[in-house]
């Protein structure tokens, strides 16, 4: 397993730092909490045999839904835990899948638990080995792996309707940059050279377009070279920017899986507290989780920890309900639902304006192109008329 170093505070208030071996960065946390250090942050340290910073890649959604899938069918046909992993390793042909099937059955057979072949292997969600966990201990493991994959194809499908969402948009975006670049640096240079030779006042249109097309012929390269460096930045640091008029639907869209998925783990006998934890990955703001967590480990309802940090009322109204009448996991589907509705409906009519928006933003430009070439043609063909 990985190395994580730590910094914190211990039981009397004094700053602690070190290291400590865990299968993921929450079970680090997990096990610091319980030697009562509190945590203030974690992050993966280099490996003690090689020096080098342990890498540890988690496969993908899809590979995830294939897994439960697929193992939750061959136990349920009667077949054994190792049968089932070993009939799955021949089948998989994905170059990254593969050995891990593999490693999991050698695992398996070695006598290793399954939930603990599942964490060391560091390519499977904290989420995943925690309810196979469950199961294994309560014998449901067929069940929890089917909620598991339900989770996994929701989060999925949540991705799916953002990407969906953005996609016009971004290539109208795309288009539009790329027709006003090209007549800024190819066309608008070669007429802005007619004009000089009019040696006569231009319009205002025009000399804002000749400026634009000087700032780029100038400029464009490093203009260029400075989006490649923060694109490569954002992706190095897993930073993301939200455009303001998606912020509200991914906002309800991150609140709909996380809560869907807290539920999922009440369900399969997960404690609260942990299963906030285990969830927080899955959100943005993953603090608030994790804030709330603590809440509730220091006796406080779930509902009041979910008041003070912020969350809007009707959740904390809806969250109440079910806490109060013992049946928080299914009040969190219902949040779940209503949030992932909303969602929807706000995507279906952002979906109904953009288009027209779009095509005026890109007209307008164009617009505004034209005017400003033709502008001073039409003066030249009065003067000389």
């Known amino acids: 397993m990985p190395y ?3 910094t914190g505070y211990d039981a009397k208030g004094k700053p602690a730092k070190g290291t400590v071996e865990a299968g993921s960065s929450l079970q680090a946390v997990d096990k610091l909490t319980e030697r009562g250090i509190v945590v203030i942050d974690v992050k993966i340290a280099e490996d003690k045999k090689s020096g080098r910073r342990a890498k540890i890649k988690l496969l993908p959604l899809d590979q995830h839904i294939f897994f439960c899938r697929s193992l939750s069918s061959y136990l349920k ?27 999991l059955l050698s695992e398996v057979e070695g006598g290793r638990k399954f939930h603990t072949a599942l964490s060391e292997s560091g390519a499977f969600r904290e989420s995943l080995w925690r309810v196979a966990e469950s199961g294994e201990q309560s014998g449901t493991l ?3 792996l089917n909620e598991a994959a339900d989770e996994f194809k929701l989060e999925d499908d949540l991705h799916r309707k953002i990407r969906g969402a953005m996609t016009y948009p971004i290539v109208m975006a795309v288009v539009g940059v790329g027709v006003v670049s090209f007549m800024l640096t190819y ?16 319009p205002l249109p025009t000399r804002i377009l000749i400026g634009m097309s000087d700032f780029l012929s100038n400029y464009g390269l490093w203009l260029l070279l400075g989006l490649l460096i923060f694109y490569l930045w954002l992706k190095k640091t897993g ?4 455009l303001p008029f998606m912020r509200g639907i991914t906002d309800n869209l991150n609140l709909a899986l ?8 009440l ?24 804030d709330a967590a603590e809440m509730v480990k220091a006796g406080h309802r779930f509902d009041r920890a979910l008041e003070k940090i912020g969350f809007p009322e009707e959740t904390v109204a809806v969250v109440r309900v079910g806490e109060m009448g013992g049946e928080l996991a299914e009040a969190l589907t219902n949040v779940s639902e209503q949030s992932r509705e909303t969602a929807q409906t706000r995507m279906e009519k952002l979906s109904t304006l953009i288009e027209p928006v779009m095509v005026l933003a890109l007209g307008f430009s164009v617009g505004f192109i034209v005017l400003a070439i033709l502008t001073p043609v039409f003066d030249l063909a009065g003067i000389v008329k």
């Open 4 to 6: 994580f170093t730590y």
């Open 77 to 103: 046909s009667g077949l054994p835990l190792a049968d089932s992993l070993r009939i799955m390793s021949r089948q998989v042909k994905d170059k990254t899948m593969k050995p891990v099937m593999e490693k």
């Open 142 to 144: 067929v069940s929890v």
């Open 187 to 202: 066309v608008v240079p070669k007429i802005s050279e007619l004009f000089e030779d009019m040696h006569q006042s231009l």
């Open 239 to 242: 930073r993301k920017i939200t």
């Open 258 to 265: 996380v809560m869907s998925h807290i539920s999922t783990l």
């Open 267 to 290: 369900k399969t006998g997960i404690p609260l507290v942990q299963a906030l934890r285990m969830a927080s990955s899955m959100d943005v703001h993953k603090q608030r989780w994790i």
